[in-house]
């Protein structure tokens, strides 16, 4: 595995270095302080699987940067780095083709955490942003007992199957994880997923997430 992790404050490179060995031992980390730097030692390294981008990093230029880093380079999957809690940006990024934003208050070992969900091939973004998104339209939240809200079930018509994926959805599971949890493979889950987004009208993941909590749909404690 090649992982680049490009950020242009030296501090925050030596401090993270060891969190994404964790990853994989024997896993190959490249550095650059700048977007243009970015691109040339990942091009010089023949590519990456996995490539941190901080968003105040010179250069980058918000999503347009993340646009033309996997256009150039479309079997890495790219993270955003940032200090600033801004669903545009986050949205903004996702449609650019990250597969995560994380802020870069998080610890270290939660950091890996949602590394690893991204070579999964999940999305992450942080739940609390996700949460605060929905709070600003959400009006009455609805408590997700053992049911889906009926007004909300009966608009989008999931079916028992879609209705168990839910829950476990929000909960951030991971397919693998929801496929051990309901006993049934994982290609099933893909399936009760795809049925899920298309009701509701998500394109991925982090979106359906989104979707659902803006309806008021949430585990309860």
């Known amino acids: 595995m090649r992982i680049l ?14 969190f994404l060995s964790q990853l994989n031992q024997e896993a190959e980390i490249i550095e650059a302080e ?11 390294a023949g590519g990456v699987e996995l490539a941190l981008l901080a968003q ?7 999503s347009a940067g993340i646009q033309l880093f996997t256009a150039r380079f479309p079997l890495a999957k790219v993270v955003l780095l940032t200090t600033v809690a801004d669903p545009a ?11 995560a934003v994380i802020f ?8 890996v955490s949602a590394l690893r969900l991204v070579l999964l091939g999940e999305l992450y973004l942080p739940a609390d942003t996700l949460k605060a998104m929905a709070a600003q339209v959400v009006v009455g939240p609805v408590m997700w007992g053992n049911a889906v809200d009926a007004a909300f079930i009966a608009q989008v018509k999931f079916s028992p199957a879609e209705v168990d994926v839910v829950p476990l959805l929000l ?3 991971s397919n693998k994880a929801i496929s051990d949890r309901l006993g049934i493979e994982e ?7 795809r049925g899920v987004y298309k009701k509701i009208g ?20």
């Open 89 to 99: 940006l986050m949205w903004a990024a996702i449609d650019a083709g990250a597969k």
């Open 202 to 221: 998500a394109t991925n993941r982090a979106q359906a997430v989104w979707l659902l909590l803006a309806n008021g749909v949430h585990r309860s404690d």
């Open 5 to 18: 992790f490009a950020d242009d404050h030296r501090l925050l490179r030596d401090g993270i270095r060891s």
């Open 104 to 111: 870069k208050t998080i610890s270290g070992q939660n950091m």
């Open 171 to 173: 909960d951030g599971l």
């Open 187 to 193: 290609t099933a889950v893909k399936a009760r997923m």
């Open 56 to 62: 105040a990093m010179p250069g980058l230029n918000g």
């Open 34 to 44: 700048s977007f243009d730097d970015a691109l040339l030692v990942t091009e010089g």
